[in-house]
């Protein structure tokens, strides 16, 4: 893994179509870890001029039989592009199946899955103790399929020469303490602070990260947006931004991205450190079933956690890391 020299990186999330090459073509990234956006519409990918790229297509059947049915899964925006590339191969594999991919954020995956609205709901963190019983979700079947971590992102006007921030300036930022970049050795620049909405996973593992899991602390600017895509956006095109994204929406050339001082010295989201548990923010995400998942179900999210998947390149262009023992029903991958 190449170091992560380049504190910003070329993306396309600026538009349905744009997300559309995105996913496709990938991206021409120095560090090779960062990429591409979510399904979109045959119809705008021939619009849009790009032929979609399937990766080494599973060869799966059911005892019956060929695989056939439709699979409905949505929630994380942070997973989003990682389950669209897999939902693509798994199709063309098998003609018989068609799937439909959503966002909506963690918390809407997590209650659509459980309230039985979707198949399977993707989630960056596992279903909370109070969900499981005010979801009626106590026999959720709950898998890893990617660590799944997220990075302090920022507009560049305001940094300033800031690399790092240590946990308590973070605290600092997100609990409104501070309110201008000099205070913590920026320029003297406003701080506009961006929050995801509440449900969202992302906003979840920050909260773990920096209040001990109470996303009540938050204080922020503008209203809380509800994906990785908006407030990535919100942070390329004003000034003095700072939020938390998951590291496919990192890659703007209009954003600089932060690493964690820690006595120990700087860390940085590499994939090595990602792979040895090292980056202190988020954790597996998980592919959630209600039950036992059925026989498509469980197709697709095996096909997911399988090395014939983990071998796509896509897995290098989003940052992702694949669990070191990934199984369903495992929820922690390790």
């Not at 179509?17 to 021939?46: E, I, M, P, S, Y």
């Amino acid at each position: 893994m190449d170091e992560f020299v380049d504190r910003t990186r070329r993306s396309g999330f600026r538009s349905t179509a744009n997300r559309a090459c995105a996913t496709v073509r990938g991206f021409d990234v120095k560090t090779g870890w960062l990429a591409a956006q979510w399904l979109v519409a045959g119809a705008l990918l021939v619009a849009t001029g790009c032929t979609p790229t399937v990766s080494a297509q599973p060869t799966l059947s059911s005892p019956g039989g060929p695989l056939a049915g439709t699979l409905s899964i949505g929630g994380s925006t942070a997973l989003q592009p990682l389950v669209e590339q897999a939902a693509r191969s798994f199709e063309a594999a098998n003609p018989g199946v068609q799937i439909l991919v959503s966002d909506g954020g963690s918390g809407a995956g997590r209650a659509g899955v459980c309230q039985g609205t979707l198949d399977i709901g993707m989630s960056d963190v596992t279903l909370l103790g109070s969900e499981l019983t005010s979801l009626n979700c106590g026999d959720a079947i709950q898998t890893a399929v990617a660590m799944d971590v997220f990075v302090l992102g920022a507009n560049p006007n305001g940094p300033g020469n800031l690399a790092a921030l240590n946990r308590e300036q973070m605290e600092a930022i997100f609990s409104g303490a501070v309110k201008n970049w000099a205070e913590i050795g920026g320029n003297n620049q406003p701080l506009v602070v961006v929050n995801r909405i509440k449900g969202s996973g992302t906003r979840q593992s920050m909260a773990n990260y920096l209040f001990n899991g109470d996303d009540s602390l938050f204080e922020g600017n503008l209203a809380e947006r509800e994906s990785n895509e908006d407030v990535a956006n919100t942070l390329s095109t004003t000034p003095g931004a700072v939020s938390y994204v998951g590291v496919a929406y990192v890659s703007d050339p209009g954003l600089v991205t932060l690493g964690i001082k820690r006595p120990n010295g700087v860390v940085l989201p590499t994939r090595e450190v990602i792979a040895g548990l090292g980056w202190p923010i988020g954790g597996p995400g998980v592919a959630i079933t209600k039950g036992q998942p059925n026989v498509l179900e469980a197709a697709f999210i095996n096909y997911m956690i399988s090395s014939q998947f983990q071998s796509d390149p896509i897995w290098d262009r989003l940052g992702y890391v694949p669990p070191a023992r990934p199984a369903i029903g495992n929820p922690i991958g390790q």
